[in-house]
């Protein structure tokens, strides 16, 4: 036992010098929080997502932390995966690519004794990243111009650690604790081509430090001697967070150089959403699998702060009418014709998922851009002298947002994801 907990700590030492820092470049992550990472394992992304209803004994399935009263007793796994992704946005017949490389997770998991698993690991919570600017004229008789340039940066990061426990038959629970932290930077800088308009420049900070509580359940039901099926059950508890919002308003003068600040404090409480899942999954032979997930974030019940004037003065204040609630629906599954024989193309897992979100805030009134979602992908055994059980899995998924009157943003991902499966606490025998 002792073996394990050291073997668990230093792992988890990786995982945080490997800081979970994934990248965007949306003009959409300036809103609200940023774009929601996956926060789903190499496996789970080639079926687009779907894990809620899913237990494996070689895969660490953060999804739904009863599932980890499934790992395999002789094993330690350690997941760790990145991306690289080309996107391209388009609005009023002009079109722009982007690209960018991230780390996506690194997450370990083993049994601790019969029906107990554990897991830890470093994934990203959400994504602020855009730079863009807009021109036009003012209309005076001078032909001034403005410019407004917009800049953002940052987001939240989850460490988590968490157990399951099978404690019937069948039935398994779980929870994951987190500690999430991070911010956001967000600019807008109005600029003029007359030299005798001042430069105003809005800043927008975010620092949060905070915990998060997530609970899982599963039931396995053995409905032939051939077919298994799984419901799985999430949720996620919201609360006030530990936040530190500010906004800082400054004008330059372009004549003299002096600036003039204005710092607004933050009135009121953020809050994380309750989030609710449930999923289900069919297992025949452990041959095929597929699984239906379903999402709901409560965003409708929290607020987020904005700058506005209420009765002719300025204030940093919550809006309480900003966010909508956030759905979203996963299909997916995976096929394997012999997932333990010794034939190297027979154990090849081949997967594929589609999913639809709905967006969870507001645009001028209206709202955000709806999200496509398909994947395919493969999960590759490693075979040598020594190691039969990692897998080296690799998906690529297209993802599509887009709203009537907002930008179409299309983006192409890879993503690669290498599970280490080790026999670590296997006894052996000799004779």
């Not at 094993?75 to 996506?104: P, T, W």
């Not at 081509?193 to 927008?204: A, L, P």
């Amino acid at each position: 036992m002792m073996k394990r907990l050291y073997s668990a700590l230093y792992l988890s030492f990786l995982s945080l010098a490997a800081v979970a820092q994934s990248g965007t470049h949306s003009p959409y992550s300036q809103y609200g929080w940023g774009l929601h990472s996956d926060q789903t394992g190499g496996f789970n992304r080639g079926m687009n997502g779907v894990g809620i209803g899913f237990r494996e004994h070689n895969q660490v399935n953060f999804i739904n932390p009863a599932s980890y009263s499934a790992m395999d007793s002789t094993m330690f796994l350690f997941d760790v995966g990145v991306s690289g992704q080309l996107s391209n946005f388009k609005e009023n017949g002009i079109s722009l690519n982007a690209k960018n490389a991230n780390f996506e997770y690194a997450v370990a998991g083993l049994r601790l004794f019969k029906n107990v698993g554990l897991s830890f690991g470093l994934i990203p919570f959400t994504n602020v990243g855009y730079n863009y600017a807009t021109t036009g004229s003012i209309g005076d008789t001078n032909g001034t111009t403005f410019t407004n340039t917009y800049k953002g940066s940052g987001g939240l990061h989850q460490m988590y650690v968490g157990m399951g426990w099978q404690f019937v038959k069948g039935l398994s629970v779980g929870v994951n604790a987190s500690y999430i932290w991070g911010g956001f930077e967000r600019s807008a800088v109005n600029s003029y081509s007359d030299s005798y308009i001042n430069t105003v420049s809005k800043f927008y900070e975010i620092d949060v430090a905070d915990y998060k509580v997530d609970f899982g359940l599963q039931y396995a039901a053995q409905v032939t001697k051939k077919d298994q099926l799984i419901i799985g059950l999430t949720y996620g508890l919201g609360h006030s967070m530990n936040d530190k919002p500010e906004s800082k308003f400054i004008s330059i003068n372009p004549q003299t150089a002096i600036a003039d600040t204005t710092t607004y404090a933050f009135n009121g409480t953020m809050k994380l959403p309750h989030t609710f899942g449930a999923g289900i999954s069919w297992n025949h032979r452990d041959r095929w699998k597929v699984g239906v997930d379903y999402t709901l974030q409560k965003y409708r019940d929290v607020g987020f702060p904005e700058f506005r004037y209420t009765n002719g003065q300025p204030q940093y204040v919550l809006n309480n009418d900003y966010f909508k609630d956030r759905q979203k629906i996963n299909i997916g599954g995976r096929y394997c014709k012999d997932e333990r024989g010794r034939k190297f193309f027979d154990r090849i897992q081949y997967r594929a998922g589609v999913s639809y979100t709905g967006s969870y805030y507001k645009v001028n009134g209206a709202d955000g851009p709806k999200e496509l979602s398909v994947s395919a992908g493969f999960g590759i055994p490693i075979v040598n002298s020594y190691n039969n059980r990692s897998f080296l899995n690799i998906s690529a998924q297209w993802m599509r947002q887009s709203a009537p009157g907002l930008l179409t943003d299309n983006t192409f991902r890879i993503n690669i994801g290498l599970t280490f499966n080790e026999r670590w606490f296997q006894k052996w025998k000799f004779e």
